[in-house]
């Protein structure tokens, strides 16, 4: 199945920001989310969980919008669901909500904070979101600390999702030492810039690591000629 994704517009300052789904998004765009979702819930009832992340191989793929747009279409079905942006070192998830990110997930962590103080209630209904705060000089250790698996152990009775947004995995190993939290990973596939390479050593790097593949989201395909300008994604479980 092949459909829309959101589209990138500039806004004033003429910055590129992705286009989130709404109740304005065209019908294609918020279905395309609507099926990867219902795959997604279909992968987590079978281990019976909740949370899961969304990576790619390497930066600039769509992650952090495909992240975003899951997390909205899992709160529109009345569902309280929380977004994490995991990606301690090039987060994006606060540009793309347009919050504030002096503080979040790495100041708890870190004990500098507590978690009320810095999680965004109700950004959009029934979605809370914890941006990843400061840029910390030890992002491995703190995502592998105590302190973060207990965290998550609090948010999984608060909360009937949980998506964390990770760094790529082709770039940093942080993504793959939340495996043991998760059900699973999403994996963002961009058209004319993730390889078959690149989909091999993902393949690879989660054998390796003993972590789960939910399924892939491409983005930024084309179906025929007539549609060869536009931007389309699928969903494909594994």
């Known amino acids: 199945m092949k459909i829309k ?3 990138k517009i ?3 300052n003429a910055e590129m920001r992705t286009e989130t789904i709404s109740d304005k998004s065209k019908f294609a765009i918020v279905e395309s989310y609507k099926s990867a979702r219902s795959n997604i819930m279909f992968s987590l009832s079978a ?8 990576t790619s191989y390497s930066k600039g793929e769509g992650k952090s919008t495909v992240s975003a747009n899951l997390a ?9 669901v929380l977004l994490v942006d995991c990606d301690l070192r090039r987060p994006n998830i606060h540009n793309i909500f347009k919050i504030e990110n002096q503080a979040g997930l790495s100041n708890v962590i870190g004990k500098m904070v507590e978690f009320e103080e810095v999680i965004h209630r109700n950004v959009l209904p029934n979605l809370d979101i914890l941006p990843s705060g400061t840029i910390p000089p030890n992002p491995s ?6 302190k973060f698996t207990n965290l998550v152990k609090k948010l999984y009775e608060e909360y009937d999702y949980i998506i964390f947004d990770t760094p790529p995995i082709g770039v940093v190993a942080d993504a793959l ?3 043991d939290l998760l059900a699973g990973f999403v994996v963002v596939l961009r058209e004319r810039s993730t390889t ?3 989909v091999q050593n993902i393949m690879d790097s989660m ?10 989201v491409k983005v930024g395909c084309t179906s025929n000629k007539k549609r060869s300008r536009r931007g389309y994604y699928y969903y494909q479980y594994y």
């Open 5 to 7: 994704i959101g589209k």
């Open 177 to 179: 030492l939340l495996k």
């Open 196 to 198: 078959h390479g690149d």
């Open 72 to 80: 909205i279409s899992f709160s529109k079905m009345e569902k309280k």
């Open 207 to 216: 054998k390796l690591a003993d972590a789960k593949i939910l399924g892939f």
């Open 47 to 54: 281990d019976d969980d909740k949370l899961f992340a969304v």
């Open 141 to 146: 250790e703190l995502l592998c600390s105590p």
């Open 10 to 12: 500039k806004n004033n």
